[in-house]
């Protein structure tokens, strides 16, 4: 099925309605916000490949808002690719907002509110049902509203497919469309997958260094008794979570290794004989009651720091 609309011979009043209605019927309902309403022009055309659907909207500055009324009265369950092929798009959805410039690819999700600013000369718009998508990478709503293969090989090739895709001969058998669209999306998923593997991989390396420097802290600020988990975080700048997630994924807590750190210097301390008093290690390496401190200590190494201190 091919769909064309145009402004063109539309009273100019009547614009932004009739716009609104176009781009409702093809791909999303929205509430357009036009800053020149009678002056606004744009276009929409492309047809339906396969259960998808492929367009080319072009027009003037304006906004698009799909609010959670509007999603319960236009309840839909589809995605949106958008690749822009001129102009620029600041996009906002899922508590993200991202500035698209020419050749940059993002995913919209019908179900979740959305901002559209369209300053955009050439938008290209593909729409699938979220099965189709979700049955092949189940993790796609994690990359809602970013950047798709940005800077690299996989763009260029998701924007020649999409480009190709608007050229497709309508009167094509339905199969080799429907086919046309399924190899479409799957290279959108092999793009997201690496993607995702690669961040995940770069947020590896983050967790790795955070971890080192989580260390170095606890290394020399482990004799002062306020050391916990929430200095440990804001002394680093980063959330009690992240921090926790870092250590867990280790096996361990920072608290554990704040603990260790304490008791391997009280017992260099009391076996070298650098302390003349179990108190004055306990204290001095940064805990705060010795009952505590005593009971740690026997169930480590397993005898008590006071044996350990005779013993030296």
Same mark, same amino acid.
């Given at each position: 099925?091919?769909?064309?609309?145009?402004?063109?011979?539309?009273?100019?009043?009547?614009?932004?309605?009739?716009?609104?209605?176009?781009?409702?019927?093809?791909?999303?309902?929205?509430?357009?916000?036009?800053?020149? !309403?009678?002056?606004?022009?744009?276009?929409?055309?492309?047809?339906?490949?396969?259960?998808?659907?492929?367009?080319?909207?072009?027009?003037?500055? %304006?906004?698009?808002?799909?609010?959670?009324?509007?999603? /319960?009265?236009?309840?839909?369950? =589809?995605?949106?690719?958008?690749?822009?092929?001129?102009?620029?798009?600041?996009?906002?959805?899922?508590? /993200?907002?991202?500035?698209?410039?020419?050749?940059?690819?993002? *995913?919209?999700?019908?179900?979740?509110?959305?901002? %559209?600013?369209?300053?955009?000369?050439?938008?290209?718009?593909?729409?699938? +049902?979220?099965?189709?998508?979700?049955?092949?990478? !189940?993790?796609?709503?994690?990359?809602?509203?970013?950047?798709?293969?940005?800077?690299? +090989?996989?763009?260029?090739?998701?924007?020649?497919?999409?480009?190709?895709?608007? /050229? *497709?001969?309508?009167?094509?058998?339905?199969?080799?469309? !429907?086919?046309?669209?399924?190899?479409?999306? =799957?290279?959108?998923?092999? !793009?997201?997958?690496?993607?995702?593997?690669?961040?995940?991989?770069?947020?590896?390396?983050?967790? =790795?260094? #955070?971890?080192?420097?989580?260390?170095?802290?606890?290394?020399?600020?482990?004799? =002062?008794?306020? *050391?916990?988990?929430?200095?440990?975080?804001?002394? *680093?700048?980063?959330?009690?979570?992240?921090?926790?997630?870092?250590?867990?994924?280790?096996?361990?807590?920072?608290?554990?290794?704040?603990?260790?750190?304490?008791?391997?210097?009280?017992?260099?301390?009391?076996?070298?004989?650098?302390?003349?008093?179990?108190?004055?290690?306990?204290?001095?390496?940064?805990?705060?009651?010795?009952?505590?401190?005593?009971?740690?200590?026997?169930?480590?190494?397993?005898?008590? +720091?006071?044996?350990? #201190?005779?013993?030296?």
């Amino acid at each position: 099925m091919e769909f064309h609309y145009s402004t063109d011979g539309i009273v100019a009043r009547q614009r932004p309605e009739f716009w609104n209605d176009a781009v409702a019927a093809q791909f999303m309902p929205a509430d357009g916000r036009f800053s020149e !309403a009678e002056e606004f022009e744009g276009s929409l055309h492309g047809h339906t490949i396969g259960n998808a659907s492929i367009g080319r909207f072009s027009a003037l500055h %304006h906004c698009f808002e799909r609010t959670d009324r509007r999603i /319960r009265r236009d309840s839909l369950d =589809d995605f949106v690719l958008l690749f822009v092929e001129s102009g620029t798009t600041l996009s906002s959805q899922q508590g /993200r907002e991202v500035m698209l410039h020419a050749g940059d690819i993002t *995913l919209n999700d019908s179900g979740r509110p959305f901002i %559209h600013d369209l300053n955009t000369s050439s938008l290209l718009l593909l729409r699938m +049902p979220r099965a189709m998508l979700l049955s092949r990478f !189940a993790r796609a709503e994690s990359l809602v509203n970013v950047k798709i293969a940005e800077n690299q +090989p996989m763009a260029l090739l998701l924007a020649q497919m999409m480009k190709e895709a608007i /050229r *497709l001969d309508p009167n094509a058998p339905s199969a080799a469309r !429907a086919r046309y669209a399924s190899a479409l999306v =799957d290279t959108l998923t092999a !793009a997201m997958e690496i993607q995702l593997q690669h961040e995940g991989a770069t947020s590896a390396c983050r967790h =790795d260094q #955070l971890y080192k420097q989580a260390l170095e802290y606890i290394d020399t600020h482990f004799d =002062d008794d306020e *050391l916990c988990i929430d200095t440990l975080a804001n002394e *680093l700048h980063v959330s009690e979570r992240t921090l926790s997630r870092v250590f867990a994924v280790r096996g361990t807590t920072a608290m554990q290794q704040i603990w260790r750190r304490r008791l391997e210097a009280s017992y260099a301390v009391l076996s070298e004989g650098k302390v003349r008093q179990v108190t004055q290690a306990a204290y001095q390496c940064g805990f705060a009651d010795l009952s505590h401190f005593c009971r740690l200590f026997k169930k480590v190494y397993g005898a008590s +720091p006071s044996t350990v #201190l005779k013993a030296r």
